[in-house]
């Protein structure tokens, strides 16, 4: 078995034929190819740019519907296209437990690659650590990825007004289920929901009334949430009986004691939209294989400023807070 | 002592005062301000835009004239710079071990903050994570940046002719032994050269001849010099005696066994400079702070194809080729 060694990441040959080997053959464009330390990029005209990053370090880095290298373009690509940007470029910065299987760094690698194809986004500047063995867990990545906002789109949390719907694309908790099944070795078939967004999102933005989207990830739809009613004096109410879940995933919660509000989710958007066009979006939505289960979970109030009020089938009402504390960490 | 728990990497309530108390309010600006996963820039124009990352594992985090806050940001300054880009956005991906003091982190984000100010470059997006303890090494940081090409400049491999000079804008090799005598305790008052170069390369751009930039960090000058030698049917001659270096770098290197030219820098630039304004770059370069010891070091040859020649001071030749192996892992 041929493993990963410091001199892979030492600047020198190892290091040279890695990359060229596992890296740039795989995430073939020109921009790459050039292996200079920086990528050059002419994107079109004077449009706005985005720019996110995100470090992965799930653990495991295999899971049921994914790993970390499909993650991490697909995160990154997520963050982008919730703030209305058409992904085009990503960079990509791996940091190495020595040890690792080299097999394993070509089947993520590989994975990453598939997955820039499936979105076109480019993977066009990168680099490439090694620390020694129990100075790191296997492989943690870093994308960090630019998009471009068309004229006309914005998106921003400073548009939402009192009566705006809030949306949801599909059912809640399976990425952070899938993961700690993973993890400890849980019977399931929960797969994470882990996709890429813009496809989706790029549908119903022509649509407007588009006020804000947010990828309800680490600390899940209820830190979203909380994010959206600390910022503005409105109150936010949500219908239990509308958020999309899975029976699976509600019996493992209940069994686990965890709140499905607080889990990950990787293939998930939360879009708060005005009133007159909420269905059109729906509809929309409704018509894209990532968007199927979409819903209209609840709405901008003017009651309960600055509170996520959460109305439970049976008729209760509760206060959603961010989460304290940590509830299943190393998710994403 | 306060401590780094895994509830600062939840998404929850610990890390959203972790951001806003040691993040935030330090790198103070508006795009940064909006809190956004994404950041929105608006470079001018139909300029190109420059693309670079890099993730940091020096180890240890603190090291004589410097730490890892500042080398993330100045590194990740450096090879925009060495691609003729004027530094402008940064990303900032956190990965911490948990127990890490926070005061720790909280003079990391201090120095970042300091460092950003003085190169003029906004962090306007981040990422944190928190893994357990024992699963990362302290403190990772990936920066990852963005910069624009002024028309007219165009840094390239391919432009480099047989003739052309080999300028160096300091002595080599300090901050890979900085670093070393910080992790193995040894007592020198060798200080890393870690420094931002867009101010000394925008001096110079004006001039004019400017073939190719590079960073020699990771590799040291014979890891650029081979990369340089490797893309094109030319050969390269470097004189030994006309590399600045210190007294106190040639006796330790001496002492441990070390060749400095494959030591890590981290505010150097190596530069090729077509040979009608060779004299005039390294007269600009001389009269900034980092380039008072700049010198021509060598040129593109016709003879030795492919090849990088050291000529000894005392007239030997030797071939200087890529590192093979690792010499000093996690300098930077």
Redesign the interface.
């Known amino acids: 078995m041929k493993r990963i060694?410091?001199?892979h990441?030492?600047?020198?040959?190892?290091?040279?034929l890695l990359i060229k080997n596992l890296i740039v053959k795989k995430f073939n464009n020109k921009i790459l190819d050039?292996?200079?330390?920086?990528?050059?990029?002419?994107?079109t005209?004077?449009n706005?740019?985005?720019?996110?990053?995100?470090?992965?370090?799930v653990?495991p880095i295999f899971f049921p519907g994914g790993d970390i290298g499909e993650l991490a373009i697909y995160g990154t690509v997520n963050?982008?296209s919730?703030?209305g940007?058409k992904p085009l470029?990503i960079?990509?910065?791996?940091?190495i437990e020595e040890g690792l299987d080299y097999d394993i760094l070509d089947r993520i690698t590989t994975s990453m690659a598939t997955a820039g194809e499936k979105t076109n986004v480019k993977i066009?500047?990168?680099?490439t650590?090694?620390?020694?063995r129990?100075?790191?867990?296997k492989l943690?990545i870093?994308t960090?990825?630019?998009?471009i906002?068309a004229e006309g789109v914005d998106i921003?949390?400073s548009k939402i007004e009192i009566g705006d719907k809030i949306l949801i694309n599909g059912s809640v908790g399976e990425h952070a289920l899938s993961v700690m099944s993973a993890r400890e070795d849980f019977q399931t078939s929960i797969k994470s929901d882990c996709a890429p967004l813009w496809d989706l999102i790029s549908n119903i933005l022509p649509i407007g009334g588009i006020k804000f989207m947010?990828?309800p990830?680490?600390?899940?739809l209820a830190?979203v949430l909380n994010?959206i009613s600390e910022n503005k004096n409105y109150g936010i109410g949500i219908h239990e009986g509308d958020i999309p879940i899975t029976d699976e995933v509600s019996a493992f919660c209940e069994i686990l004691g965890f709140d499905p509000l607080y889990l990950?989710n990787e293939g998930k958007a939360l879009i708060v939209v005005s009133t007159d066009t909420a269905d059109s979006v729906l509809r929309e939505m409704k018509k894209h294989p990532l968007g199927k289960k979409a819903s209209i979970i609840g709405e901008i109030t003017q009651e309960n400023q600055g509170k996520v009020v959460f109305e439970t089938i049976v008729g209760g009402m509760r206060i959603i807070d961010?989460?304290?504390?940590?509830?299943l960490?190393?998710i994403c």
Do not use: W
Request: hydrophobic content about 35%; some cysteine; glycine content about 14%.
């Open positions: 060694l410091l001199s990441g030492s600047g020198g040959k190892a290091m040279h050039e292996l200079d330390d920086s990528a050059v990029l002419s994107p005209g004077d706005r740019l985005c720019f996110t990053t995100d470090s992965y370090v653990n963050d982008l919730v703030m940007a470029y960079s990509c910065s791996f940091i066009v500047t990168g680099d650590k090694v620390v020694g129990g100075m790191a867990d943690f870093n960090t990825g630019i998009g906002i921003s949390l947010r990828d990830t680490r600390g899940g830190t994010e990950a961010m989460l304290t504390g940590e509830q960490p190393r």
